[in-house]
C-alpha cells in the first residue's frame, strides 16, 4: 500500500496542551516516525477547558453547546490549528505535503452506555483553516454500535510493537488523565480497555492544593506516605469488578478519600491508586505481561513508575527506552488512524471497545 504522511493532533484528559506528530504510513504495518512538537495551554485555557467539562455534565444531546462549550470549541480548534501552523513553519513544510490531519478534539463527556461521547473541535473548520483534509470524530460510531469508543490507540500500540519487533507478551500502558492498556499477549487477540483514574485525580489535587497543574517528576508524592484507608476507599469502587473491554470519564473517580489528608500524602496515595488499579486491571484481564511499555504524561512521574514495578512484579520501561514517544505517542495514533479511516480500514475491534465487529470510524471533512 502507498505510504501516506499524516499528522495527529491529541489534546488529552490532562488538559495540558496539543501534542503534534508526523508519521508516513500505509496504514496497517509500515509506520515511520517523524518529528513532533507541543503547544502548552495557558492558564487561561485550562480555566475555560475546565469550565467547559462541568457544563458538560448535563449534556444530552452531543451536538449541543451549551454554556461555555461554544467559546471552549473555538479555543481548542483554535490552538489546535496553531499547533499546526507553528508545525509546519517549525519544519519547512508546507499544507501541501501533508496529506490529512487526524484531530482527536477535547473530550468533554464519555457516557457510552448512554451512547454518548462528546469531543469538542470543529474539524470542518480547522481543515479550512489548514488547507489540508481533516479526519474527526473518531469514537461516535463505535459508541453508537455498542462499543464503548474507547480505548482508540490499541491498532496502533499492535503495530508500533510488530515494527519493533517484539514478540513476547507485552502490555502498553498510556497513563494520561485515564490510564489505559493494550495486552499483547502471545497467541491471543490483543485487549485493551480503559483501567483506572491516570494522572486526573493528582492533576486535581495539585492545582487545587497548590496551583500547579501537576507533581512534577512525582517530587510531592515521593515525600509522602500512601493511607492504606483511603487507598481501599478509592478502590472500592464497582468499575474494577466489570470486565474488559470498558472505558472511563475522566471524572469517574473522586478524590474525597484523600481530603483529609496532607498534600504529600494524599499525592502518594493517588499515586498508589493509580498503579494497583491499572495492576487490578491486568489480573481481572487474566494477562500477566513480563514486560510493562509506559507511555503518556505518567511516563514522567518516577513515582508512578515504581509503583507500578512494585505492584505488577514486572519490568517497567517508558515508551522512550524502545526508541517511541511517550508525550506524543497518542498524536502519533491519531495520524495513523486517520490513514486507516480514509482507506476504510477497522479503527476498532471487539477485544478492544467491545464493538459488535471490526469497525471503521471518524468523518471526513475538506478544505
Known amino acids: 500500500m502507498t505510504l501516506m504522511r499524516a499528522l495527529g493532533l ?96 477535547q473530550t468533554v463527556l464519555h457516557r457510552p452506555q448512554q451512547k454518548l461521547t462528546v469531543q469538542i473541535g470543529d ?47 507485552v502490555a502498553i500502558v498510556n497513563i494520561g488523565g485515564v490510564a489505559n492498556v493494550t495486552c499483547l499477549i502471545a497467541g491471543r487477540d490483543p485487549v485493551a480497555f480503559d483501567c483506572g483514574p491516570g494522572n486526573a485525580l493528582i492533576d486535581d489535587l495539585m492545582l487545587t492544593r497548590t496551583g500547579a497543574p501537576m507533581d512534577r517528576d512525582g517530587a510531592t508524592a515521593r515525600a509522602g506516605r500512601a493511607d492504606e484507608a483511603a487507598l481501599r476507599e478509592l478502590l472500592d469502587h464497582p468499575f474494577f469488578s466489570v470486565p474488559p473491554p470498558k472505558s472511563l470519564d475522566r471524572n469517574a473517580f473522586s478524590r474525597a478519600p484523600v481530603e483529609r489528608l496532607s498534600t504529600l500524602d494524599a499525592a502518594a496515595t493517588l499515586v498508589e491508586f493509580t498503579a494497583e488499579a491499572i495492576a487490578a486491571s491486568l489480573r481481572l484481564a487474566q494477562a500477566s505481561p513480563g514486560l510493562l511499555i509506559v507511555c503518556g504524561g505518567g511516563a514522567r512521574n518516577p513515582a508512578i513508575l515504581a509503583a507500578l514495578a512494585r505492584r505488577t512484579n514486572a519490568r517497567v520501561e517508558t515508551a522512550a527506552h524502545f526508541g517511541w514517544s511517550p508525550d506524543a505517542m497518542e498524536a502519533q495514533a491519531f495520524a495513523y488512524l486517520a490513514v486507516r479511516s480514509l482507506q476504510g480500514l477497522p479503527l476498532t475491534f471487539p477485544g478492544t471497545t467491545g464493538a459488535p465487529a471490526p469497525m471503521c470510524g471518524g468523518v471526513l471533512e475538506m478544505p
Open 123 to 169: 474539524g470542518a473548520l480547522l481543515a479550512r483553516r489548514l488547507g489540508v483534509p481533516v479526519i474527526h470524530d473518531f469514537r461516535a460510531r463505535d459508541v453508537q454500535a455498542g462499543g464503548q469508543g474507547a480505548p482508540l490507540v490499541p491498532v496502533f500500540h499492535r503495530a508500533l510493537a510488530q515494527a519493533s519487533g517484539i514478540e513476547h507478551s
Open 10 to 105: 491529541m489534546s488529552g484528559t490532562s488538559m495540558d496542551g496539543v501534542d503534534v506528530a508526523l508519521i508516513e504510513t500505509d496504514g496497517d504495518r509500515d509506520i515511520r516516525l517523524g518529528p513532533q512538537s507541543f503547544l502548552p495551554y495557558g492558564d487561561e485555557d485550562r480555566a475555560l477547558l475546565r469550565a467547559a467539562l462541568a457544563d458538560a455534565v448535563a449534556l444530552t444531546d452531543r451536538d449541543a453547546r451549551p454554556g461555555v462549550l461554544a467559546a471552549a470549541e473555538k479555543l481548542v480548534t483554535d490552538r489546535h490549528a496553531e499547533a499546526v501552523e507553528s508545525f509546519l513553519r517549525e519544519y519547512d513544510l508546507s499544507p501541501s505535503d501533508i496529506d490529512v490531519v487526524g484531530f482527536h478534539g
